[in-house]
């Protein structure tokens, strides 16, 4: 037997693994650890983001295109009268409320013409903006005996407003008023602008009145700045 076979073993080889090399395996663990939650963290921060940026974008697509509806459908159908100049009021814009008649569709429960009012409304922290609905007939409105409350279309907002543009006297599109004074007529675009809580804006709602041609004749008077 040589003298190599014979050397007895060694304490590192009786003795398994040293502190310093227990202690440096013990930091790897725990960096892969952290480095796991930290990604992830970050992996469940990124789908909460897409979720709410995608929940956001359906909320916007969802009031856009029931304002965009309603107020395409306005029609040249009086609601009340202007006693002062005695003519038929067809439409009123302000800049945080809008009044004008549109269908109802018959699957709502009460189909026929009625008078939508659009109010943007103070919340508290902020705005928020409703839709009251009443019946028009005989270019009046009819109070029901069980009225129902506005509808709430959109809440969160610090800020929202209305504007109006229609043809000038030279027959070439006005500038974008927060009045409209023509009530008797119908404006040819309204612009709708919502901005979030956070500051985030909507994309601007702009919307055409088909039937506002018809109600816009140059020798009727037009709003001015």
């Given at each position: 037997m040589t003298r190599e076979s014979r050397r007895p073993p060694r304490a590192r080889?009786?003795?398994?693994?040293?502190?310093?090399?227990v202690l440096i395996a013990m930091v790897l663990l725990v960096a892969g650890?952290?480095?796991?939650?930290a990604t992830l963290g970050a992996a469940t921060r990124t789908t909460a983001r897409g979720e709410a940026m995608a929940e956001r974008s359906e909320r916007m697509r969802s009031v856009e295109g029931f304002l965009r509806t309603r107020i395409a459908?306005?029609?040249?159908?009086?609601?009340?009268i202007d006693q002062t100049r005695a003519i038929a009021v067809r439409f009123i814009g302000e800049r945080e409320r809008m009044r004008f008649v549109a269908?109802?569709?018959?699957?709502?429960?009460?189909?026929?013409?009625?008078?939508h009012d659009v109010r943007i409304e103070d919340a508290g922290d902020g705005v928020r903006m409703t839709l009251a609905l009443t019946m028009v007939q005989a270019g009046k409105t009819v109070e029901e005996r069980d009225p129902r409350p506005p509808e709430l279309l959109v809440e969160g907002l610090r800020e929202?407003?209305?504007?109006?543009?229609?043809?000038?006297?030279?027959?070439?599109?006005?500038?974008?008023v927060d009045e409209w004074e023509a009530t008797e007529q119908l404006p040819l675009l309204v612009e709708v602008t919502m901005v979030d809580r956070n500051g985030t804006p909507w994309p601007p709602l702009v919307v055409s009145l088909p039937l506002a041609p018809a109600f816009s004749a140059f020798s009727l008077p037009v709003q001015t700045q």
């Amino acid at each position: 037997m040589t003298r190599e076979s014979r050397r007895p073993p060694r304490a590192r080889d009786a003795l398994g693994f040293t502190l310093i090399e227990v202690l440096i395996a013990m930091v790897l663990l725990v960096a892969g650890l952290a480095l796991a939650f930290a990604t992830l963290g970050a992996a469940t921060r990124t789908t909460a983001r897409g979720e709410a940026m995608a929940e956001r974008s359906e909320r916007m697509r969802s009031v856009e295109g029931f304002l965009r509806t309603r107020i395409a459908g306005t029609r040249p159908i009086p609601f009340d009268i202007d006693q002062t100049r005695a003519i038929a009021v067809r439409f009123i814009g302000e800049r945080e409320r809008m009044r004008f008649v549109a269908d109802i569709p018959d699957y709502l429960g009460r189909g026929g013409p009625y008078l939508h009012d659009v109010r943007i409304e103070d919340a508290g922290d902020g705005v928020r903006m409703t839709l009251a609905l009443t019946m028009v007939q005989a270019g009046k409105t009819v109070e029901e005996r069980d009225p129902r409350p506005p509808e709430l279309l959109v809440e969160g907002l610090r800020e929202a407003r209305f504007r109006y543009r229609s043809l000038d006297q030279e027959g070439r599109l006005g500038d974008w008023v927060d009045e409209w004074e023509a009530t008797e007529q119908l404006p040819l675009l309204v612009e709708v602008t919502m901005v979030d809580r956070n500051g985030t804006p909507w994309p601007p709602l702009v919307v055409s009145l088909p039937l506002a041609p018809a109600f816009s004749a140059f020798s009727l008077p037009v709003q001015t700045q």
